[in-house]
């Protein structure tokens, strides 16, 4: 598989804060790589280095083999910034038509990948007065419409609704088809699970754990199923699944990475069961489990 993005031993220190501490990261074409982190962990900084926005030091940074400092390499990009601020006159067509002529396109390949986006109607608005969500979708068409090798989507699903959310990831689908490498960045899990060929965990500033979306979820600290229930403690600990087990009050917690097939059968066998609960472990409990487990 042909690397789209290699990066080797990123750094970047804000003050005495170190952002990024030494990250290696690759993608390959067509390849979704997740990053996934808590707040702070240095996803940001890594995008803006890999698309130019911030210094990277001596060649840490390679894009299509080039470097993003320079404007040719950036065209191989298309980025959705976690924070963008749009140039207050400007409407989402002249934006699109913008981003299509700096990508050296012609104008015409705007309107195609305005429709993809559900833009069309909304042509003629001005940027600035887009809700959150159609902030998002016009920074998709910006970045899709030079036809990168290299997308870089910094929480590009934040603000939308679950229709546009669906599209989002049809749309990136159709892109890695056609060998477009894709690096998002997120902080939930089951997201990175479900559209990611790797996840790459990232905090402070450094990769903490790395694999498939299987490997990583089967190396999560477990989720609690919580419930009041009459069954008694030898039948809930021969339950499927169930790797842990307490009592809180009348309440039991059921450690397990099975949630679904532990309350199959839980429900089964005690129907009068109340005060059910399931509580998943939080990116930061996920994040600290792996280290402990010595993932890094
Ligand atoms: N412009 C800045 N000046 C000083 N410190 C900064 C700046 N930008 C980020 N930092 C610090 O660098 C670290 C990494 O920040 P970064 O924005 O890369 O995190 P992130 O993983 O994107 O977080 P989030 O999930 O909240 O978006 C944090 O400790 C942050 O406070
Ligand atoms: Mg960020």
Redesign the pocket.
């Known amino acids: 598989m042909e690397t789209v993005l290699e990066v080797r031993g990123a750094r970047h220190d804000?003050?005495a804060?170190k952002?990024l501490d030494g990250v290696d990261l690759d993608v390959g074409a067509g390849e979704c790589v997740a990053l996934l982190?808590p707040?702070?962990?240095?996803?940001?900084?890594l995008v803006n280095q890999i698309v130019g926005l911030l210094p990277h030091h001596g060649e840490s940074v390679r894009v299509g083999g080039g470097d993003p400092r320079i404007a040719a390499t950036r065209r191989q990009l298309g980025v959705v910034q976690?924070s963008l601020g749009f140039p207050t006159t400007l409407k989402v067509s002249e934006l699109v038509t913008g981003a299509a002529v700096r990508a050296g396109k012609p104008r015409s390949a705007a309107g195609p990948v305005m429709a993809e986006l559900d833009l069309t109607d909304l042509a003629g608005r001005r940027a600035v007065k887009l809700s959150g969500g159609q902030k998002q979708r016009l920074q998709l068409a910006m970045a899709l419409v030079g036809d990168p090798r290299l997308l870089v989507l910094d929480e590009p699903t934040a603000g939308l609704d679950v229709p546009a959310r669906k599209r989002f990831w049809q749309i990136l689908a159709e892109r890695r088809e056609r060998g477009v490498g894709v690096l998002l960045t997120t902080?939930l899990i089951e997201e990175s699970s479900a559209v990611a060929d790797r996840v790459v965990v990232l905090d402070r500033g450094r990769v903490v754990a790395q694999g498939t979306p299987d490997e990583l979820v089967a190396r999560l600290p477990d989720r609690t199923v919580i419930a009041r229930t009459g069954l008694a403690l030898e039948q809930l600990q021969a339950l499927p699944g169930v790797v842990s087990l307490r009592t809180d009050g009348d309440h039991v917690h059921l450690g397990t990475r099975t949630p679904e097939a532990l309350l199959r059968v839980l429900l089964v066998q005690d129907p009068g069961l109340t005060g059910l609960r399931v509580e998943g472990a939080g990116l930061e409990e996920a994040v600290a489990g792996l280290i402990e487990r010595g993932a890094a």
């Open positions: 804000y003050g804060t952002a982190g707040n702070g962990a240095g996803k940001t900084t976690q902080h």
